[in-house]
């Protein structure tokens, strides 16, 4: 085990991460404020998992040509323009092309550093140590909510945007000082997300996380765009409590360590369907809560089980992918699938929550997680 690249991408990846939350708790009530409707935002926000999809598999594949710092900074960079353009410019072309940028930044930084993480372990610790990682990640990714929500109601709603801009230039400059140069050249099939997909769909156990992705990711218009104007219409919640509900969220992924060793003694498999069945009951509940500090309770739960799947999951992709010796073509790939779910859901989603309500939203989610789930565990052999 490599000791110091552990540490620092654990670092990286922590602050990277920060910058990113900063937003979540205002940017849907943001884009509202714009003048766009649940529909329109639903569409906005389509186009990140869309960009993931497109982009994501060649992202992965070029980390394994090229080399993961210079991969690392460009994502950085791309992120700067996405955060610029949210606050320059409220038409829709904009911040369409903002959440694009923004998805494609995020992707890119996350799962380079997560397999630069994977890099630097054995795989009989794999899910101990990166879900230490991991739990450190989350716990930036459980007080940036607050603390955005917090700067917006004290300050003005674009302070959130401005301060990831100063973080992630600090961090841009970090990496310039080190001169990350390509390491290898790029080929024409490096470019071609549709051969990894292949790939990747080609083996059974794949398949099974391929359903699992597309159907756990289909839940994120519900949680993070749909769940904070749900606080705000039905308990008048202001944007230090919805900084609040996503940190209870958030919370239980500080114990993706405890979580991660379990899955290296008794499986990855036997850990992750647990969680995803727990994650569905508590979306269905969330739809029923009838006061703020039940939510709260009901997101406690919820962030177990998305925490248990979440470590599950990426230690199996990486012990697969490390198998294969295509780890980081593994991890973007299974990404580009999974945001197939988002991207579906996220035009679906603002249709039903504009005709039929957001709670009904919440339930259909979670029907829809308990089904895959069903159905995944045939395809990974659970016994």
Not at 35 to 55: A, K, N, V, W, Y
Not at 267 to 288: A, N
Request: hydrophobic fraction near 55%; charged fraction near 15%; glycine fraction near 10%.
């Amino acid at each position: 085990m490599h000791y110091r690249e552990y540490i620092r991408f654990t670092e990286i990846g922590a602050l990277f991460i920060f910058t990113a939350f900063l937003i979540s708790p205002i940017l849907s009530p943001y884009i509202r404020g714009l003048g766009f409707d649940e529909f329109q935002i639903g569409l906005i926000f389509s186009l990140f998992p869309l960009s993931i999809i497109l982009f994501s598999p060649v992202m992965g594949r070029l980390s394994d040509v090229i080399g993961r710092r210079f991969i690392i900074l460009l994502g950085i960079l791309t992120e700067i323009l996405a955060m610029f353009l949210y606050i320059v410019n409220g038409s829709f072309i904009v911040i369409s092309a903002a959440r694009a940028l923004n998805a494609i930044g995020y992707i890119t930084v996350m799962l380079t550093v997560l397999a630069k993480l994977e890099d630097s372990v054995d795989g009989k610790s794999r899910g101990r140590y990166v879900g230490w990682s991991l739990s450190i990640e989350f716990l930036s990714k459980t007080i940036a909510p607050v603390i955005g929500g917090v700067m917006a109601d004290m300050f003005f709603v674009r302070a959130p945007f401005l301060l990831s801009i100063i973080i992630l230039a600090v961090l841009s400059f970090y990496f310039i000082r080190e001169n990350p140069r390509p390491s290898g050249k790029v080929s024409q099939g490096d470019l071609n997300p549709l051969s990894g997909i292949r790939d990747f769909l080609s083996r059974k156990e794949l398949r099974g996380m391929a359903v699992m992705g597309i159907v756990m990711h289909a839940s994120t218009p519900a949680v993070y765009i749909f769940l904070p104007l749900l606080l705000i219409d039905k308990f008048a919640a202001n944007f230090t409590l919805v900084g609040i509900a996503l940190f209870a969220m958030g919370l239980f992924y500080l114990l993706q360590f405890y979580f991660g060793s379990l899955s290296d003694r008794i499986g990855r498999k036997r850990v992750l369907l647990p969680g995803t069945l727990l994650f569905g009951l508590c979306l269905i509940l969330l739809s029923v809560a009838p006061s703020y500090p039940l939510l709260l309770v009901v997101l406690l739960f919820l962030g177990m089980g998305g925490a248990m799947w979440n470590i599950s999951a990426w230690s199996l992709l990486s012990d697969l992918g490390e198998s294969l010796k295509k780890e980081g073509q593994i991890i973007m790939t299974y990404a580009s699938i999974a945001k197939m779910g988002a991207f579906a859901s996220f035009i679906i989603s603002g249709f039903v929550a504009q005709h039929y309500g957001i709670e009904t939203l919440f339930i259909l989610n979670g029907l829809l997680i308990i089904a895959g789930t069903g159905l995944a565990s045939y395809m990974l052999r659970i016994r």
